[in-house]
C-alpha cells in the first residue's frame, strides 16, 4: 500500500475530494455513468443479493461507502424490506443518496467506519462496491469484526491489482488523476486480501478476480458483451487479471 497521511488527515482529504466531486458531477463520475459501468452494478448487486439472502425485515445491512445511492438503488430493488444502513463521509454525496432512495427501511448516516462505535448495535452483514481501497483496512476489517453478529457476512468488490489498467492507475500517479482516484487510494492482489482477512478471525473465506466488463464498452455492445466477458472469468491464469476482487466471509458463529 502506498505511504499515507494519518488517518484523520487522510479521511479529510478523501471527505473533501468527494464533497467536490459531487458537487461538480453529482455521482456521474467514471465508471458509473456509462451504460455498461452501470451493467456492472446491475450484476455486482444480484452478486451481493444471492450471497445476502435470505433476509427478513430483521436483518441488518450496513453498506460502507455508499456514496450516492448507486449501488444503494439496485440493491434495494431486489431486496425485500429490512434495516439498511448506508454510511458515507461525504455529506453531498449523502444528500443526493437521501434523494435517490427513498424506500422504507433505508437510513443513511453521516461517518467514517473507521471510528465507528457499537451504537448502532450489531450487523448481519457489512458491504460495499469499491470502497476498502479508499480505507484503512486492517482498522476497517477490525471495526467490521466487532459489529457483526456471529455468523455475520462480509461482502465487497474491490479493485484487483493484477489488472493491468488498475496497476496503471494506483501506480502512475498522473495517470490515476485523470482517472479520477484519489491521492492515496489502492488496489490488492488477491492474496494480500486473504491474508487480511485471516488476521482478523474470518471465516469462510473467498476472494476471486472477476469482472472484464470495462465501463467504456459503447452501449450497442454492452449487453451481448455483458454475457461473453463472462467466459474469461473461468479461464484459469486469464481469470487473475479481472478489474475486481470478489470478497466473501464470515465472522465465526
Given amino acids: 500500500m502506498p505511504n499515507r497521511d494519518s488517518n484523520a488527515e487522510r479521511l479529510l482529504k478523501e471527505e473533501r475530494f468527494f464533497d467536490n466531486l459531487a458537487e461538480a458531477q453529482r455521482d456521474s463520475w467514471w465508471g458509473h455513468a456509462t451504460y455498461a459501468g452501470r451493467q456492472r452494478q446491475r450484476r455486482r448487486a444480484l452478486l451481493a443479493v444471492d450471497f445476502l439472502s435470505p433476509v427478513s425485515e430483521e436483518t441488518k445491512i450496513l453498506e460502507i461507502g455508499c456514496g450516492g445511492g448507486d449501488f444503494t438503488v439496485y440493491l434495494m430493488e431486489k431486496l425485500p424490506v429490512c434495516n439498511y444502513f448506508g454510511i458515507d463521509i461525504s455529506r453531498n454525496l449523502l444528500n443526493i443518496a437521501q434523494n435517490r432512495v427513498t424506500k ?19 450487523f448481519d452483514a457489512a458491504i460495499g462496491a469499491s470502497i476498502l481501497h479508499h480505507l484503512n483496512v486492517p482498522k476497517t476489517l477490525s471495526v467490521i469484526y466487532k459489529i457483526l453478529r456471529p455468523g455475520g457476512k462480509i461482502f465487497f468488490m474491490e479493485p484487483n491489482m493484477r489488472n493491468p489498467q488498475i496497476w496503471l492507475e494506483k501506480n502512475v500517479r498522473f495517470i490515476g488523476k485523470i482517472m479520477q482516484n484519489t491521492q492515496d487510494e489502492t488496489a490488492f492482489y488477491k492474496s494480500e486480501m486473504v491474508n487480511m482477512l485471516n488476521k482478523e478471525n474470518f471465516v469462510d473465506i473467498s476472494v476471486t478476480p472477476f469482472d472484464f466488463m470495462h465501463p467504456a464498452i459503447p452501449k450497442p455492445l454492452a449487453d451481448f458483451l455483458d454475457r461473453l466477458l463472462r467466459w474469461p472469468e473461468k479461464i484459469p491464469v486469464i481469470k487473475e487479471f479481472g478489474g475486481s476482487l470478489l470478497i466473501k466471509a464470515r465472522k465465526s458463529a
Fill in 104 to 122: 422504507r427501511g433505508v437510513t443513511f448516516l453521516k461517518g467514517d467506519v473507521e471510528n465507528m462505535g457499537s451504537d448502532l448495535g450489531n
